[in-house]
C-alpha cells in the first residue's frame, strides 16, 4: 500500500494492529479524533505534520484529559506495528481508505460529519463505496419464508442494477448479498469482524472476482466477533444506502436498535416486510409505528427502484444535507475544508490568494435563525450537523462576545439581536 504521510499518522493514532488488549496506547475513538482532527485543521496543521516534525512541539497548545500528549506520542511510535501489520493485510488483498482519500464514501461524510469512521479497511471493487443502493437488514434467525423472499430481493436489485448494502451475517445479511452476486449484481458488505478471513473465503470469491463487490470494515481486520462492534456497524450499513428494507426484526436485538437509530437519525427511508400476524416474536410493526413504511409484500409487483426513487425523510430528499455549510459558495480549493480530515491541500495550494468561509460567522447567523427563542447545545448540534465539540467552544465565544445570552435551569442560549 502506497499510504500518504496523512494515512500513515491517521492509520497509527486510531487503528488497532494487533489484538486490542495487547496494545499498549488505546487508538482514538471516533468521538475523539473527530475532536483532534478539528483541532489540527483550526490550528494550520495536518495529521501528517505529526510524522514530519516534532509532535510534542505541535502539540503545545493542546490540552485534553483523555487525549493527552503522552497517549498520542505513544500511538504515534507504533510505525514498526503498521509496517508488519500493512504488508500481512496487502497479502491478503486488503487495502485501506481513510477520511481524506477521494475514494471514502461521500454519503458516510455527509450524514455522520467527523463521527464517521477515520480509516475503513477494504477489499473489492472500491468504487462501489459510493454506489449507494438498498441496505437489506434482518435477524440472523429468520424463517424459510423470509429467507427466500430476501433472496428474491437480493436478485431483484441485481436485475435492476441496483447495488445491496448489507452486513454479511447469517441469516437476512448474508442471503441479500449472496443473491445479488449469484445474479453478477453490485454488493456493499459492511463487516464488523473477521475482514481478512473474509477476503478469501469461498463464499465471497465470485463477488469479488468478477468486480461485483467490496467488503469494508472500520474495525481491525482481525478481530473477532463483537457485540459492541456489531451494533456499532449497523449505522454504516444504513448510511451507504439510498434506502433501507427491515426484512424481520426481532423485539430486541442488532436489527431492532439499527433501525430505531435510523429512524431517529432520519438518514434514510425505512421500508418494513409485511409479517404474519401470528408472529409475536416480530418488532416489524412496531417499526412501521415509530415511523417505518410497509413495502410491497408481493415480490412480483416489488420494484426495488420505485423504493429508492420514493426515498425521502420528513418530506425531503435524502441527498439534500442538513449541513450547516450547504449553502456557502466555497471555491473548490476550500469546498474540502468542511470535512475535518480533508488535509490533502498542500501548503503551497493554500498560500493562494482566496479567502476560505468565516464559518464561526456562519454559525453565529445560524445562530440567529436557530435560537431567537432559548435552546439547548444538544438542540444547536442536531440541527447544524455540526460536532458539539464545535457547537460548545462556538456557543461560549459567542457569549463571551455578547452574541449570545447563557440561561441555566436547564443550560440553554439565547441569540441577542443587535439594536
Known sequence: MNLSHTAQ??????SFFSKAGSEQARPLTNKEWGRFALWLRDHNSTPADLLKSDPLALLKSWHDAKITHDRIVSLLNRGHSLALAVEKWQRAGLWVVTRSDKEYPVRLKQRLKTDSPPVLFGCGNKALLNSGGLAVVGSRSANEEDLQFTQRVGAKAASEGIAIVSGGARGVDETAMLGAIDQSGPVIGVMADSLLKAATSAKWR?????????????FYPEAGFSAGNAMARNKYIYCLADSSLVVHSGKKGGTLNGAQENLKHGWVPLWVKPTDDDDPAAA?????????????????????????ESSSVN???????????????????FAAREDAENFSV?????????EPADFYQLFLRELGRLAEE????????????LHKTQVNEWLKRAVDEGQARK?????????????
Open 346 to 354: 498542500n501548503k503551497a495550494e493554500s498560500s493562494l490568494s482566496v
Open 407 to 419: 440561561l441555566s435551569r436547564p443550560v440553554r442560549y439565547k441569540f441577542i439581536k443587535a439594536e
Open 9 to 14: 499518522a491517521t492509520l497509527l493514532l486510531t
Open 374 to 385: 432559548p435552546v439547548t447545545a444538544e438542540t444547536l448540534t442536531e440541527n447544524t450537523g
Open 206 to 218: 465470485k463477488g469479488l472476482m468478477d468486480g461485483n463487490l467490496v467488503l469494508v470494515s472500520p
Open 315 to 333: 418530506g425531503q430528499q435524502i441527498n439534500e444535507s442538513n449541513d450547516l455549510f450547504a449553502e456557502q459558495q466555497q471555491p473548490p480549493l
Open 284 to 308: 416489524n410493526a412496531d417499526l412501521v409505528n415509530q415511523g417505518g413504511y410497509w413495502c410491497e409484500g408481493n415480490l412480483d409487483k416489488l420494484s426495488v427502484r420505485d423504493v429508492l
